[in-house]
């Protein structure tokens, strides 16, 4: 297994596994990109987010007022990946990829951690045998992303969301609206959630045309 701590993430190709379903019915300043060369812009939360701005998981007291919008009798791979996940060493976000040696990246909490995640990982079957991996700082867990996916899911019945989905390979959560006016009521209810920074990408994608 050759392991190696990458300083940075570099940009990466996307190749999304997204959940699609219909709609069920005042920024504060303009939020970044996410990075560059890509279209989604980090979702306005009502605060000034900095490089130092805190990530937080989901406070256990809301934990029980978010459904389960994604179980179905077939697929539940994120709550099950979840609870996969949850004792990684390191504190697991996801698995992403990139132009540059070692193309594949594990997104920890603690990087130093890598060593002792990577076979965890191997034997979550997440990872092949003996990878050649390199550590990127995460700020979310997989657990933890799964949680405020859940919880957001659950509270924005009536805003005009089309599209979703935890892309743990870039350590964030993705929602499509249908223009800038529900752009807008999303992101004040995910300040009224009193959302983190740096956890939900957005960008306008107009109607889904099935």
Not at 4 to 30: D, E, I, V, Y
Not at 152 to 171: A, E, P, S, W, Y
Not at 186 to 199: G, I, Q, S, T, V
Request: glycine share 8%; hydrophobic share 40%.
């Amino acid at each position: 297994m050759a392991i190696s701590r990458p300083c940075c993430l570099t940009n990466m190709p996307r190749k999304l596994s997204a959940l699609f379903f219909a709609a069920l019915a005042g920024c504060h300043h303009q939020a970044p990109r996410a990075d560059s060369s890509d279209p989604w812009n980090w979702a306005d939360v009502g605060q000034t987010c900095t490089v130092t701005s805190l990530a937080y998981p989901l406070p256990d007291g809301l934990r029980d007022t978010a459904s389960h919008p994604f179980r179905s009798a077939s697929d539940n791979s994120w709550e099950d990946k979840a609870n996969l996940t949850q004792n990684i060493p390191g504190g697991f976000g996801g698995i992403g990829h990139r132009e540059i040696h070692p193309r594949t990246i594990v997104y920890l909490l603690d990087t130093a951690q890598l060593s002792a995640a990577v076979p965890a990982l191997v034997s979550a079957g997440l990872l092949p045998p003996n990878p050649i991996v390199g550590a990127v700082q995460g700020r979310f867990t997989y657990s933890q992303l799964y949680d405020w996916f859940r919880y957001i899911q659950t509270h924005i019945l009536g805003v005009r969301v089309v599209m979703g989905t935890l892309d743990d390979r870039r350590n964030r959560i993705m929602l499509g609206v249908e223009d800038q006016a529900a752009r807008a009521e999303l992101e004040r209810k995910l300040a009224e959630m009193h959302a983190p920074c740096f956890l939900v990408a957005l960008r306008v994608t107009g109607k889904i045309r099935l």
